[in-house]
């Protein structure tokens, strides 16, 4: 598999406190790469920064071998986009005018159709709801709606940070699903979750962040059979001898 993404050496600061810490990681093409760790480790800030939102003080992302422009709509140009957290659907538009948003940079009309048909087709409720406001849909449709809007700029990178936050457990497997459906039709995936288990399950590959850092890596299954990451991300209790 050829090298993606690269993320080298990267710090991040907000005002007088540092985010990120010399977080270097890869994602190969056609992976799931994983990242879990607890709340304020600087999962989200990665993602803001690798979209364009967050600039970085030092260290350089790699896209394809080049840098990656820090412009967000640059990086959506070059194939990457991102499923926020919170979801951040347009709620006074519909279903169908979120989805359209999300090709905003493409020109193909018949293609785009052709795409909207496949979201659709992933996900039934959004067709059901298609004139429905986004801001009347349940939190589990607006996460769909979410990840369908990505998948309308054709990306080669989908980074999806907290895809199953607040969802009921049928919900939840049911995202995990599409997840694992969505890197089937060869689109690579860079998952940031809090549910730990599953996202350990579906990557390939996975990193632990911790205050800032990359503190352990591996791949999803080895770090579910960790005994560090058990006790801190799985909830399993180590035995003591």
Same mark, same amino acid.
């Given at each position: ?18 985010? &990120?810490?010399? $977080? ?8 799931? $790469? ?7 480790? @600087? *999962? ?8 364009? /939102? ?15 422009? !820090? ?18 659907? =347009?709620?006074? &538009? ?7 948003? @999300? #090709?905003?940079?493409?020109? !193909? ?5 052709? !795409? ?6 992933? =996900?039934?409720?959004? %067709? ?16 769909? &709606? ?9 990306? *080669? /990178?989908?980074?999806? !940070? ?9 919900? $939840? ?12 039709? @060869?689109?690579?995936?860079? /998952?940031?979750? %809090?549910? #730990? ?10 990193? $632990? ?25 799985? @909830?399993?209790?180590?035995?003591? *001898?």
């Amino acid at each position: 598999m050829s090298r993606l993404l690269e993320v080298k050496n990267l710090h991040v600061s907000y005002g007088g406190v540092q985010a &990120l810490r010399n $977080v270097s990681l890869h994602v190969d093409e056609g992976e799931v $790469v994983t990242m879990i760790g607890a709340n304020g480790a @600087g *999962k989200s800030t990665l993602l803001n920064t690798i979209s364009g /939102l967050v600039h970085a003080g030092e260290g350089e992302i790699l896209y394809n071998g080049e840098p990656l422009s !820090d412009r967000p709509y640059r990086v959506v140009a070059q194939g990457i986009v991102q499923v926020p957290e919170g979801r951040q659907v =347009f709620a006074n &538009l519909t279903v169908r005018e979120n989805l359209q948003m @999300g #090709a905003f940079l493409r020109s !193909d009309q018949a293609e785009i159709e052709k !795409d909207l048909h496949r979201v659709y087709e992933i =996900f039934p409720r959004l %067709q059901e709801r298609t004139k429905q406001y986004a801001g009347s849909l349940s939190g589990g449709e607006q996460q769909m &709606l979410a990840m369908g809007r990505a998948l309308m700029s054709r990306p *080669k /990178l989908i980074l999806m !940070d907290e895809p199953s936050l607040g969802l009921a457990p049928l919900l $939840v497997q049911e995202i995990f699903n599409v997840v694992r459906e969505i890197n089937a039709e @060869g689109v690579t995936v860079l /998952l940031v979750e %809090q549910n #730990a288990r599953k996202a350990l399950a579906v990557a390939n590959r996975a990193y $632990v962040l911790e205050t800032g850092e990359v503190i352990r890596e591996g791949s999803g299954q080895e770090l579910l059979k960790d005994p560090v990451v058990q006790e801190a991300y799985l @909830g399993t209790k180590r035995s003591v *001898k």
